[in-house]
């Protein structure tokens, strides 16, 4: 046998042995702390509904979020996002039901911040949950407008931080929100709610699950491709982000996770800032479906959130929060 490299000294499988020593020179690992738990909420009372195309998530009215937010808290998640099912009846072309004092997401911040008001809240800053057509922006000439749509952001984005959302997170990707964003907080005396930004996020088709769940499927040709970003890029996903810092951004968004961990490991490298990742309903669904069928082993769901953090995500967003805080707890 022809001996290679430092062989038979040298024996790497040495550190592999047993659990204890694994333990010691684990590399990355993950914690309660890295969790941020997706909610849906729904017109109505009395309702818990179950997602048809995302198997254990639900959809909550806003009188039936106490269990989920308690178990939240329970379970020490720090931060938890909204996102509404708007009802057909209240969207228009222009979703101006995102500037509603009583709408879901208000509602909803308004109710979670009495149940416990230590836990934060992100919401979604975004005009797809609104809008009939189901766009992010406003639409003129079968073009979805940058400048227009911002005004509309901004104040959507005060309204919620008013109601006490701490993390304002705009996932529309229209170019200039965020300084557009924080001029406006600022100017409303909310200097400390923090900005989110969906810096990359790209056009993909593992957002299925989700539109359905928000109802915000697509009413016309207009693609989203014209405004998020081209999945093939990678370099882009470095210009967005400085430009997110330079306005202002507390945080950065790769969206989704799992086919772009080269992009949370580059801007990661590239830039001093923590980075959050975004386990979107498609690959929740198919990881949560194959272990449904007994093709994956439940430990795929702890292997998929281990590889953002060893490409550098501080946080993730993922609707197995819950499972996994059950988890590690024990």
């Known amino acids: 046998m022809k001996i290679l490299g430092g062989y038979p000294s040298l024996r790497l499988r040495r550190n592999r042995k047993s659990a204890w020593v694994r333990r010691l020179v684990e590399e990355n690992n993950i914690s309660v702390n890295d969790l941020i738990l997706p909610i849906f909420v729904t017109e109505g009372k009395n309702k818990v509904q179950q997602i048809k195309t995302m198997p254990g ?24 996002a909204i996102f509404p099912n708007t009802p057909k009846s209240k969207k228009d072309f222009y979703g101006s039901e995102a500037l509603n004092e009583n709408n879901l997401v208000c509602k909803a911040i308004r109710k979670i911040k009495k149940i416990n008001p230590e836990i934060g809240i992100m919401t979604d800053v975004a005009l797809d949950p609104y809008t009939s057509h189901g766009h992010d922006g406003i639409i003129k000439k079968k073009k979805v407008l940058n400048d227009e749509t911002l005004e509309i952001l901004s104040k959507q984005a005060v309204l919620q931080a008013q109601m006490g959302c701490d993390v304002i997170a705009p996932s529309d990707m229209m170019d200039g929100r965020i300084g557009v964003i924080r ?79 080269d992009v949370i490991k580059s801007i990661k490298d ?9 386990q979107v309903s498609g690959e929740y669904s198919m990881i949560k479906n194959a272990i449904g069928n007994g093709l994956l082993d439940k430990e795929a769901v702890i292997e998929s959130l281990i590889s953002f953090k060893r490409s550098g995500a501080s946080a993730i967003v993922t609707y197995f929060a819950l499972d996994i805080a059950k988890k590690l707890s024990n």
């Open 57 to 80: 998530i639900y959809r909550y009215s806003v009188d039936k979020l106490s269990n989920v937010i308690n178990r939240a808290s329970k379970a020490n998640i720090p931060l938890i």
């Open 183 to 261: 001029k406006a907080l600022d100017k409303n005396n909310l200097k400390d709610v923090q900005l989110l930004s969906y810096s990359a996020k790209y056009a993909s088709s593992f957002y299925g699950p989700f539109r359905n769940a928000i109802g915000s499927s697509q009413k016309n040709k207009i693609n989203k491709k014209t405004y998020q970003m081209d999945y093939r890029n990678s370099n882009e996903a470095i210009r967005e982000v400085a430009l997110d810092i330079k306005e202002g951004a507390d945080f950065v968004m790769v969206k989704p996770g799992l086919p772009y961990l």
């Open 270 to 278: 590239n830039f001093k800032i923590p980075v959050f990742v975004y």
